[in-house]
């Protein structure tokens, strides 16, 4: 009975523990798996394998089931689906891009464009990530951004630099911010949520990154 009760109680302190780092431990699996989806689409790989523990931890969706067995491991498809890697040091930010349309499985997966025509090439080019609260992944610590921070977009016909030029917050409906105005120089509209409402569950307004580019 004593040795059950000890082990009991080591057991509650490490769950404790894990509780406690649980947002720590989560950004450190999603840097591992975004480092190895970056790295096999700079290799020109088609599919980067992401095992269920880590599926689990980092909540990546993946085409594999439930378990960890080889057969289960099938990962996340890259090679159609992915446009380039997002890059804002002073932000943290290190994301794979996957092309639109939008979905919530991409926007576990890293950032992505809006729209299912977009494309790298457009005069201004939206990219939707998630606020992950109180883990360094994804959009959340875009508001780190300042104006004249340099955005890095890398794709396969190489690295285009940006200079962010406004931030500002919108209302959901104010989709013209990603109109596109031809004869301008091109820029990236990063889009993420902002002012959550704890009463509605609701994030009631969106923060909009606005950055031209220089390189």
Partial sequence: MRVFLRLLG???????????FWQDIREIFTDRVN?????????????????GFESMVTGISTEAGDDDTEEAREGINIGEGMAGVLKIDSAGINEPVFEGPVTEEKMKNGVSFVNGTDHPDMQNIPIAGHRVEGAGIRFNYLDRASVGDRIE?????????????????????QVEVMDQREGQPQQLTL?????????????????????TIVE
């Fill in 10 to 20: 080591v057991a509650m302190i490490i769950s404790a523990a894990v509780l406690f």
């Fill in 35 to 51: 480092d190895r989806i970056i790295e096999a689409y700079q290799n020109g790989e088609s599919s980067v394998d992401v095992g």
């Fill in 153 to 173: 977009f890398i794709t396969e016909d190489g690295t285009r630099v940006y200079e962010i030029t406004d931030i500002f917050d919108v209302n959901p409906s």
């Fill in 191 to 211: 889009i993420t949520c902002e002012d959550y409402n704890p009463e509605t569950l609701l994030f009631e307004k969106r923060m909009i990154v606005k950055a």
